[in-house]
């Protein structure tokens, strides 16, 4: 523990935590009886907790956020120059660092020409469904409103990002959503009676198709898909996929939204996760990994095509995007995501994410062979989840209990891994792995040797 904790308490810590903290995604009423997790430090790949228990993270801060790791002090010494400078403006205005880092953002993504700044991944969705919305109301009489997402995908906690969320779980109880959403299905040929199909790509795309068909094509204005589908259990995309989705969003003039919240800034080995698979998006949403966590920041990035739409005379009151995001006129944000993005590309941390993504889905595929109860490894990159079944040829789900035990097992053994948890009714059974793009071959053979051990002691 740094001297900056030596003298706080640790007793007082937690108790002032258990006292008035509610945390996110936890039940807590085991917390009545037993202390909370409290992280104090981090440097690389490990932290600390307040107990001085050393971890190895191979979740990048739990939800696939650290992606340069932790104690980066060159990011942390560029935030702190930029807010003794100038903290905050409204984004009405401009600030140095945003300017900067647009156009350095804008260079990694041809094709993309605009970015809107806000402060976490549900609210740069948001932002892409009034785009759509206020669209529709300029140039079709508010018609083409309608939204399509995919089972699976998860867009964000709020109730319009829930609206387009197709989890089970995330949306229960928090219903009447937004009207207007629609689910197609998911693409995941694990899961698919025709999984196996040369074509089951293009077949699964066009049930895109169907759906804008029944819905009637001047309904549709837009498709959300996240690139890789990461809390509905890391799927990848089958070949022919976002191709096919392509073609039909031309077809039938419908925009394409990509949510790279999770796969955006260097998670697959590319910077964006689209970026593998030929698809020219109108909409790229990102947050997480674009300044590592170091500093709140997310950004709705668009075509020059669909920012012009919203150009107009002043004297034209309503047709530009009334839109506003306090937090997005936080220069601190910015700056992480400038200094975020030299690390990346000075350290060469792209081609580290295809080299260690390769090493680790060969060394999982190893504990494959190994464990039946392991149906079904999958990823790109630095982005991997692992699905628990109880039968191969049935592919019946392990319980939650049990994904959960060897989640537990690991964290005993000092690595923190996840797990779908509380996406689904039956289907919360992958585990998932997305190590910081700093790893090395010991820190991923630290990692399945973890999982290794626990699965010897829960397999069935």
Known sequence: MNNALSDIKSSDVVSSDKSHVWHHLAQHKPMQTTDPMVIVEGKGLRV???????????????VWTVNVGYGRESIAKAVHDQLLKMCYFVNSAGNIPGAQFAEKLIDKMPGMSRVYYSNSGSEANEKGFKLVRQLAALKNDGKKHKIIYR??????????????????????????????????PHCMAYRAVNG??????????RELERVILEQGPDTVGAVILESITAGGGVITPPEGYFETIQEICVKYGVLIHIDEVVCGMGRTGKWFGYQHYGVKPDIV?????????????STTVTTEDLFNEFLAEPSEKMQYFRDISTFGGCAGGPVAALENMRIIEQENLLDNARKMGDYLLDSLYELQEKYPVIGDVRGKGLFVGVEMVKDRKSKEPVSESLTAGVVADCLQQGVMIGRTNRSFTEHNNTLCLSPALICTKGDLDEIVGAIDNALAKVAI
């Open 48 to 62: 600390t907790d307040i107990n001085g228990k050393e971890y190895l993270d191979a979740l990048s801060g739990g």
């Open 151 to 184: 089972d699976r995908d998860y867009h964000g906690t709020t109730i319009t990002a829930l609206s387009a969320t197709g989890q089970i779980q995330r949306r229960d109880q928090y219903g009447p959503f937004t009207p207007g959403f629609v689910e197609m």
């Open 196 to 205: 196996d199909h040369p074509d089951y790509g293009v077949q699964a795309a």
């Open 285 to 297: 949403t990102m947050a997480k990994g674009v300044a590592s966590g170091y500093a709140a920041i």
